[in-house]
């Protein structure tokens, strides 16, 4: 009696986290890589251990079949990375903002190794990141990805395979929105920037002698920043509210 007791716990166990491993080393924020592997197995495991009881019934019996296991665990997989993949997407709309306005403020040059791309990234780009990381914590949007998390086991069912042509429609429709998102929060830069530009054209025609490039320059990037200034609330808002939709259109 034991033994299938310890059995059912492992089984039920390895469904939950699978789910739960996966939908949080891809959630924005919780599945950052800034954040030791080993914190964030814990984590998982932690949290695996406390939504048990709410989701016990719901999981399958155990079975000693290794191929209804593995394929058991497998959906399980698939179904975390459906749940956290939107988030994920328009989180990483914030590079493209950042990527937009390095370029409109003449730092497009300004760039460092970002280890969690591993790739070199905009400086503006990963200020964003980093800043809305610190709202994702501040806002217990993570909160969220939790529930969001033990809500799905009521639209995804373990062991039910996923409907991959509704699946294909959501991940299209979150890359797209994700790029018109990243276009809005970086309208103001690019209508400033068309402004400085009109403004400079007009300068060099007039004072052909002056050397426009070196005057205005200095001044494009202190305008940005005060416009980075004004909007950033705006832009962090707008991010959390948007993942928030996101978790709630998925369960």
Wanted: glycine share 6%; net charge neutral.
């Amino acid at each position: 009696m034991l033994q299938a007791f310890t059995l059912e716990f492992v089984f039920h166990f390895m469904l939950i986290f699978s789910r739960l491993g996966v939908a949080f080393t891809t959630f924005p924020a919780l599945g950052d890589k800034s954040i030791f592997m080993r914190a964030r197995l814990v984590f998982a495991v932690l949290v695996s251990l406390v939504i048990y009881p709410l989701v016990a019934e719901k999981l399958p019996k155990y079975s000693e079949n290794f191929s209804f296991i593995v394929g058991l665990i497998a959906i399980e997989l698939l179904i975390g990375l459906v749940i956290s993949i939107g988030a994920k997407i328009y989180f990483w709309s914030l590079h493209i903002v950042g990527q937009i306005i390095s370029m409109q403020s003449g730092l497009g040059a300004a760039s460092f190794f970002d280890p969690a791309q591993r790739a070199q990234v905009a400086i503006f780009g990963s200020f964003l990141f980093l800043a809305s990381t610190a709202a994702i914590f501040i806002t217990d949007t993570h909160f969220l990805f939790i529930s969001g998390v033990i809500e799905s086991y009521t639209r995804f069912p373990p062991g039910e395979m996923l409907n991959i042509q509704d699946v294909s429609k959501f991940v299209t429709h979150v890359i797209n929105d994700s790029f018109i998102l990243a276009f809005k929060m970086s309208s103001p830069f690019l209508v400033v920037s068309i402004a400085i530009l009109v403004g400079s054209g007009i300068l060099s025609r007039l004072m052909p002698n002056l050397q426009v490039f070196f005057v205005v320059t200095p001044a494009q990037i202190l305008v940005m920043f005060c416009i980075l200034y004004i909007v950033i609330i705006a832009i962090m808002e707008k991010i959390i509210e948007v993942i928030g939709s996101t978790m709630q259109l998925v369960i």
